[in-house]
């Protein structure tokens, strides 16, 4: 887990590389890598590639970055984790490759000179990629099929930049900072800024599962590698649960540093514990986040997850966090955020504590309710498509509706009530009902009206979820992955690596793996759809009752009433002046 940086001028009209900017890039981003930096200027000053380096596999000097072929032909800076890279080397090396480190950075590297980007498919693991090749004279870029790490680049037709937070874009000072309507009013609409858009016009985030080629002579072309929905598409076939689980968790504890797991009282991190106590030689070492006000009560995630850590033999942590010290926390966390979000402030709270005990990786049951349908999304966005259905082929009158309605239907009953006609007959108008923050006629209320009119008009948010729903048969699968498209990649997995980078910790999400994606997604919502009990039936010895048997609550912070805010509306008010 890194941060990287590259400028490419990629014309002969640009500039050449500014060192001191590619190095502000770099160096704001320590807290991603605090264990070694690196830099490499071409010799025409083209090109320029900077890394800051949290070691996690091979510590030695031999996985610094940017590191460079053994021919001398290719030179890579690299962020995330390649689960299966020791399987790729040994492939590798049976066809007569010679390595010089144990990194997984250098299998990268190796795999590229042999199948050029053809090689991303193989890739089982987390990333973001700047690759430069010498011979072809250009860039490639390239992110991990689910969007687990940021890569954003700004790019004005002469000079192409990158880095793995958009905040260190801003700070080597040379990108426009214009605002991007549809990520102002995106922001306000979902409680998160939805890709590919971020504040600002001049920077976008690259596409989960794709490429982007950027070469000296001011070529670009892109290209993807993996495809959620077609996951969904595929043909079913026998699915062995436990294996699968068993692997991805195997997998995902590859390391030369101990890993941990966070720990709530839900069936996602309670399984996650007993398989990585199944695969690892020692005690795993647990993390658990409990508020003093909800101590005793039955919001109190404590209990149970001591329950579970001793069940396991776990070498567990308990940290309680008050008002005060939420209070002490919080202009650290809002500086943290590298794009607004109502959310991430659990994980940075908890990433802090795994910090704090010496963890540089931990677990997250992170995805287990969007493969295993555990959100009530499941249940109500679909029947509320089947009871509207009709309306959304009249769609006059739920505009109309909503007219007469959205004056005065909040005051009292939620200001959604008043686009149920409008927006409930299509999966994606019953998400935004479902996930939206504000309605999209509010957003003229909370912005500028013409900044949220150009921002509704560039995101379209209904077609644009729709859009992702194309071959997707059944309604549990199209639940699943706009779960997966959006809420999750937008959000819960974009604030965990923001939250645990603050505080230079890994997390990583077992249940967010291309290989377990492959085997589930076929049977979402067919004859035999595995389901969170399924998932948890994997572990052995089996889980303790009274997680097993617990009712779903999900996990919430009390950050509302530390803020005396009546809901997260309040809160985004916060968070986006933090921005402005």
């Known amino acids: 887990m890194c941060g990287l940086a590259a400028i490419l001028a990629g014309t002969a009209a640009a500039a050449p590389v500014d060192e001191a900017e590619l190095v502000r890039i770099r160096d704001a981003m320590i807290a991603r890598g605090p264990d070694g930096y690196g830099l490499w200027l071409s010799d025409d000053g083209r090109t320029g590639l900077a890394h800051r380096r949290l070691a996690i596999i091979d510590l030695s000097p031999a996985g610094a970055q940017p590191m460079v072929s053994a021919c001398g032909g290719y030179r890579i800076v690299f962020n995330g984790e390649i689960y299966n890279y020791r399987a790729l080397r040994a492939e590798l090396e049976g066809q007569g490759a010679t390595f010089r480190s144990h990194t997984d950075t250098e299998v990268i590297l190796e795999l590229y000179r042999r199948h050029g980007a053809a090689m991303l498919g193989r890739l089982r693991g987390m990333f973001a990629i700047a690759l430069w090749d010498e011979a072809r004279r250009g860039l490639l870029l390239a992110r991990d099929p689910f969007g687990i790490k940021p890569l954003y680049v700004a790019d004005d037709g002469k000079t192409l930049r990158a880095a793995s937070q958009v905040k260190a874009l801003l700070a080597g000072g040379a990108i426009d900072t214009a605002p991007e309507p549809a990520g102002h009013a995106g922001f306000f609409l979902w409680g998160h800024v939805p890709e590919p858009f971020t504040l600002y016009q001049a920077i976008r985030a690259v596409a989960p599962g794709t490429w982007l080629w950027a070469g000296i002579d001011g070529r670009r072309d892109e290209g993807r590698f993996f495809d959620l929905a077609a996951t969904f598409g595929a043909a079913p076939a026998s699915l062995d649960l436990p294996g699968a689980l068993r692997d991805s968790v195997r997998a995902h504890l590859e390391a030369d540093v101990p890993v941990g797991v966070f720990l709530s009282s839900g069936l996602d991190s ?57 209070a002490a926390a919080r202009p650290h966390l809002l500086a943290d955020m590298d794009q607004p979000t109502v959310d991430g402030s659990n994980t940075w709270l908890v990433a802090r504590a795994a910090r704090e005990r010496g963890l540089k990786v931990a677990l997250s049951g992170l995805g287990g309710d969007e493969l295993f349908g555990g959100y009530d999304t499941f249940r109500r966005v679909p029947r509320l498509v089947s009871r509207l259905g009709l309306a959304a082929r009249l769609p006059g009158l739920g505009k109309a509706a909503r007219h007469v309605l959205a004056p005065w239907v909040g005051r009292f009953t939620s200001p959604k009530a008043a686009g149920i006609l409008e927006l409930g007959g299509t999966y994606g108008g019953a998400y935004l009902l479902r996930r939206g923050l504000f309605m999209p006629w509010e957003l003229a209320g909370v912005l500028d009206p013409d900044l949220a009119r150009a921002g509704l008009e560039r995101l379209d948010p209904v077609a644009r979820v729709n859009a992702d729903l194309t071959g997707i048969a059944t309604p549990a699968a199209k639940v699943s992955a706009l779960e997966t498209a959006w809420y999750m990649r937008n959000q819960l997995l974009r604030d965990s690596d923001w939250a645990g980078m603050a505080h230079s910790l890994e997390i990583r999400v077992p249940l967010v793996d291309v290989a377990l994606q492959a085997a589930v997604a076929p049977l979402i919502g067919r004859s035999g759809s595995p389901t969170k009990r399924l998932m948890a039936a994997a572990a052995r010895p089996s889980l303790p009752a009274a997680i097993l048997d617990r009712p779903k609550t999900g996990f919430r912070v009390p950050i509302l009433e530390w803020l005396g805010c009546r809901d997260l509306r309040g809160w985004a008010g916060t968070v986006h002046g933090a921005f402005v």
């Open 270 to 326: 309670t399984t996650l514990l007993a398989l990585a106590t199944e695969a690892a030689a020692a005690p795993v070492t647990t993390i658990t986040l409990g508020f003093d006000s909800f101590a005793g009560g039955p919001e109190d995630e404590v209990p149970l997850a001591e329950l579970a850590a001793a069940a396991y033999g776990a070498d567990h942590l308990t940290r309680r966090v008050g008002r005060d010290d939420f």
